[in-house]
């Protein structure tokens, strides 16, 4: 019942093989998406390379490079979607990044550099992609993005992260206030813990699953498949009604007192 057969989905966020940007966009063209990805630019073309390899089996109608800190690269990503298919139904946004002085140490002595630096990544991104989505989501669509229990909750070794989800998790809500009227629909996975390259940024990530497996309802972690599938499902039709949303895809994890 899940088809996103003449859907156009722009993904950002693919690393590598273990990206759960990367699970997402699996699923997306398994249920018949037209797919464009981005890729974060690097002077010697690494990232480039690295992408357009994971992302062959899916043949992207676009590949582009897209750094969030660059206004034009953003300008840029979107007039490519338009040239191309002239209307864009989904946007999955997949970025977040914190340096390690703001995952270490003392919340109270990240510098304001660190903050200003994670906060435009991870939270201002998802705004200001939408405002130009917007224009290009003519029929609607459907806006999805990636956060974490550190958003509501203190994890160890989260801290500055935790400040971003939060601020992108209320930009959800903001979003679907704003764009409702244009049918476009706002919404974020809050997904488990997994092994990827973002993660594991983050001290003691393997402790976490492990404390997942053990405390979770289900007894294990999820995959990025998992998450694709929910991504899938937001995008789709069958979400028609539901925006401004955090889903949970952790196993249950999220529900447990003790643990």
Aim: proline share 3%.
């Amino acid at each position: 019942m899940l088809d996103l057969t003449g859907k156009n989905a722009l993904v950002t966020g693919i690393a590598n093989d273990r990206s759960i940007a990367w699970g997402i966009a699996q699923q997306l063209h398994k249920a018949g998406a037209n797919l464009a990805v981005t890729y974060l630019p690097d002077e010697k073309g690494r990232f480039e390379k690295k992408v357009r390899g994971v992302v062959e089996p899916i043949a992207p109608s676009i590949i582009v490079p897209c750094n969030v800190q660059n206004e034009g690269q953003v300008e840029e990503t979107f007039k490519a979607v338009a040239d191309t298919w002239g209307k864009l139904d989904i946007l999955i946004h997949c970025l977040a990044f914190a340096d390690k002085g703001g995952l270490t140490g003392d919340f109270s002595g990240i510098s304001r550099e660190a903050f200003s630096q994670s906060l435009e990544i991870s939270t201002f991104s998802l705004a200001n992609m939408a405002k130009y989505a917007k224009p290009l989501m003519t029929d609607g669509g459907s806006i999805v993005t990636l956060t974490y229990l550190g958003g509501v909750k203190v994890i160890p070794n989260y801290n500055l992260m935790g400040i971003a989800k939060a601020g992108l998790e209320m930009s959800v809500r903001y979003l679907a206030s704003e764009l409702g009227p244009n049918s476009i629909r706002v919404n974020a996975i809050s997904a488990g813990p997994i092994r990827t390259l973002a993660s594991s940024a983050v001290g003691g990530i393997l402790d976490m699953m492990r404390h997942v497996e053990e405390v979770a309802p289900l007894k294990r972690t999820v995959t990025q498949l998992e998450v694709g599938n929910t991504a899938a499902f937001l995008s789709s039709d069958l979400a028609s009604g539901i925006t401004g949303q955090v889903i949970y895809v952790d196993g249950g994890y999220e529900i447990m007192g003790m643990g």
